[in-house]
């Protein structure tokens, strides 16, 4: 049996990756307690669940970006080959 990712609203997406354009060196893609802290200092969240929810979606999305990242720079290092 496959397991599918979490799915997440779009409202916590939108918020995360607004944020990761706004603030492009705050947050980090290994610390959820700073980028929890960010995310209450930068957003009027009053949930502390939703505040979370979006913290812990900024860490997913960056982690992701990091691999797409390193995988294209990969592919350029085989072209170059």
Not at 24 to 48: C, G
Not at 49 to 77: C, H, P, Q, V
């Amino acid at each position: 049996m496959k397991y599918l990712g979490n799915i997440r609203q779009s409202n916590i997406k939108n918020i995360a990756k607004e944020l990761t354009k706004k603030y492009p060196n705050q947050f980090r893609f290994d610390d959820f307690q700073h980028n929890k802290k960010l995310v209450a200092e930068y957003t009027d969240v009053k949930s502390k669940e939703l505040r979370n929810r979006i913290a812990g979606y900024i860490i997913t999305f960056l982690s992701n970006k990091k691999s797409e990242k390193k995988l294209y720079e990969r592919g350029n290092e085989l072209k170059n080959t």
